[in-house]
């Protein structure tokens, strides 16, 4: 059974995603109509894309890319095919 992260890990999280989450909407709102481009370094796992474009905040004009090591991306393309 593994232990529960401790809450200084929990809070170093929030601040991370919750700063992250700022300023890529802040960075979406001032250049959304002109075709802004996002590269994710070591996506891994993160959401970051799927919650933002639920909230209608990914213009259509925006290109998203996500580069991880080659496992990781195939095995999160793989969960999203079954999802899709």
Do not use: M
């Not at 700022?22 to 919650?51: C, E, H, K, M």
């Not at 925006?62 to 095995?75: A, G, I, L, N, S």
Request: with cysteine; aromatic share 12%; hydrophobic share 40%.
């Amino acid at each position: 059974h593994d232990a529960p992260n401790s809450p200084l890990i929990n809070r170093g999280y929030w601040a991370r995603v919750s700063a992250i989450w700022t300023v890529v909407t802040n960075f979406l709102r001032a250049f959304g109509g002109r075709g802004p481009q996002v590269l994710s370094i070591g996506a891994g796992w993160d959401t970051l894309y799927f919650r933002l474009r639920s909230q209608g905040l990914v213009p259509h004009s925006c290109v998203w890319v996500e580069v991880d090591f080659p496992e990781v991306t195939r095995r999160k393309c793989e969960v999203l095919a079954k999802h899709a």
